[in-house]
């Protein structure tokens, strides 16, 4: 029997929802059960692919190609369970389906209502699919209150219903904030969340409350009478040192114990939590530590490159080491000056992906750098294509290397993509179609050249990563390139895209168009990360 947990959040956003409903699956899966995560977005984008990364942070991809909220990613990194498309859903897409159903009369010419249409949607969206597990966790973005989510509120309304209550549990996380004048922690913006909650007929079975002190026996219990839950199904959930701590220090509150509780299950067993105890020792007995130069264009957002952060992370627990990851504007290192100022102290550069020309001649200049002082590089999607174009300008030749997606040029050594292969067969893209949903998505094959770095360190001579761009290298320029000391290490299936580009006269140099953070774990880090950390470790004994 499947069992359904859906998570709302009150009071502000940014209340960390998702990282709840990661940590949640994480203990219930350590328990042995067999979880999933579903993210609802309230917004009216399709998705987040056509969103700038300052709005919405990073964006997300599935190996089956679907662009999704960053929450995923922690669900991904916390249970290790592969997200599919059918784990994000957006009122954007809700409505599209919706009106394509009814543009074909699939209505029978009934009037089409956001109740019961647009809810009757989600609610499929919810239950699709989950017949082989034990718990699906739905996480309702946005706050409560807010007019947009009002369709998913009243949708697992109604499933709670059609459910019953021993099959589904309301979460909603709230904040209890502390007013220094005063002194203490106040519990009325939370009294005020759940009324909210309630009046829309929903009564949450249990609160989380985030907070920066701990929150009083006293004010836990006032929680508890003003809200009508059970005292210890107000759990207390205070700001942790790590994201990796957030499963264990909410187990030691006894989140999962009252989700248990509440659907009266009395005989689960005890959660292993090896895992989550070893990652953490490895977190904060680091044996020393590496600083790494992230070269972007989004380095005002953080979120912009969530996975990418926690990948190098991943890749200091691996070796032991903590790593600091300084973010540099690519933008200010079209100076010279700039550029040595802020390279020189960095144990390894890192350029990831990106779109747009802003920035670029900041990303060359530093794979330059990187290539000229031996400092190991790690070039991703774009940072590859930089790479390539810093070749062919530098080291084979062609001055005036460019990329078609900065505008027309003479030496296309980077350009739009409009057909290549899949599983499936020919895909195929117009240069001026739509941009929702129309690169090269999702999980896609590489053959290796087995005596190669890249080869070595995946230790296969077939992978698959996931991918995300419109733009490749010019598979022309490829004999030109390694003619500059180019090797191209990886390639797709049939030979025709680059996939991974190294340097074999360079400590540790490689480039790879696709996105290796997305399938970085903390408890499985990436084996390209793994190693670019145990480069940068290497190069900090000779700093």
């Excluded at 998702?18 to 998705?47: C, E, H, T, W």
């Excluded at 939590?273 to 130069?293: K, Y």
């Excluded at 790593?323 to 102290?345: G, H, I, R, T």
């Excluded at 890192?350 to 400092?375: C, D, N, Q, T, Y």
Aim: charged share 25%.
């Amino acid at each position: 029997m499947t069992r359904f947990i859906f998570i709302t959040g009150g009071v502000v956003s940014s209340l960390g929802k998702g990282l709840m409903a990661a940590s949640l699956a994480a203990l219930l899966q350590a328990r042995g059960y067999k979880v999933r995560i579903r993210k609802f977005d309230p917004y009216l984008n399709v998705d987040p692919g056509t969103m700038s990364p300052y709005q919405h942070g990073e964006v997300y991809v599935t190996d089956d190609g679907a662009e999704t909220d960053l929450d995923l990613g922690h669900y991904e990194r916390f249970t290790g369970v592969s997200a599919r498309q059918s784990d994000n859903v957006t009122s954007g897409r809700i409505y599209q389906t919706i009106i394509q159903r009814e543009r074909r009369g699939d209505y029978l010419g009934a009037t089409v209502q956001v109740i019961p249409h647009v809810t009757d949607a989600i609610k499929e969206f919810a239950l699709a699919d989950t017949d082989d597990l034990d718990f699906v966790l739905c996480e309702i973005g946005g706050t409560v209150g807010d007019i947009e989510s009002l369709p998913f509120i009243e949708a697992i309304r109604q499933l709670r219903n059609d459910l019953g209550r021993d099959r589904t549990l309301s979460v909603h996380v709230t904040l209890v904030p502390y007013i220094a004048a005063a002194g203490e922690l106040k519990t009325k913006p939370t009294q005020h969340s759940v009324r909210e909650l309630t009046s829309l007929g929903i009564q949450p079975d249990l609160l989380l409350c985030r907070c920066e002190h701990p929150l009083p026996d006293g004010e836990r219990a006032k929680i508890a009478a003003f809200c009508n839950v059970r005292k210890q199904a107000v759990i207390p959930a205070l700001d942790a040192q790590s994201i990796y701590a957030v499963p264990l220090q909410y187990h030691g509150e006894g989140l999962d114990d009252e989700v248990l509780h509440a659907f009266g299950i009395k005989d689960a067993p005890s959660p292993d939590l090896a895992r989550w105890q070893d990652i953490m020792n490895r977190f904060n007995n680091p044996e020393g530590e590496v600083t790494i130069g992230v070269v972007g264009k989004y380095v005002g957002l953080q979120d912009a490159y969530k996975s990418l952060h926690e990948a190098l992370v991943h890749g200091g627990m691996a070796n032991h080491v903590k790593v600091n990851v300084k973010w540099l504007d690519a933008e200010l290192f079209e100076n010279e000056e700039e550029l040595a100022a802020n390279l020189e102290p960095m144990h390894a550069i890192l350029v990831p992906g990106g779109f747009g020309e802003r920035g670029s001649e900041g990303k060359i200049a530093s794979v330059k750098f990187a290539r000229e002082h031996k400092v190991p590089f790690f070039g991703i999607c774009l940072g590859m294509q930089m790479a390539c174009i810093e070749a062919a300008r530098n080291t084979s030749g062609i001055a005036e290397a460019s990329t078609t997606e900065f505008g027309d040029t003479d030496e296309p050594v980077v350009g739009l993509i409009t057909e290549w292969m899949t599983k499936e067969g020919a895909e195929a893209r117009a240069a001026g179609g739509d941009l929702g949903g129309t690169m090269r998505l999702g999980a896609y094959d590489a053959r290796l050249d087995g005596n190669s770095h890249a080869g070595a360190i995946y230790g296969a001579t077939m992978i698959s990563e996931r991918h995300r761009h419109r733009y490749e290298v010019n598979s022309h320029y490829t004999d030109r390139l390694r003619d500059g000391g180019l090797l191209f290490s990886g390639m797709s299936p049939d030979g025709a895209l680059p996939e991974i580009v190294e340097r074999p006269d360079h400590p540790w140099f490689i480039g790879v168009q696709f996105h290796p953070e997305l399938k970085s774990r903390p408890f499985e880090p990436h084996p390209l990360f793994a190693s670019f950390i145990k480069a940068a470790v290497a190069q900090s004994r000779l700093v």
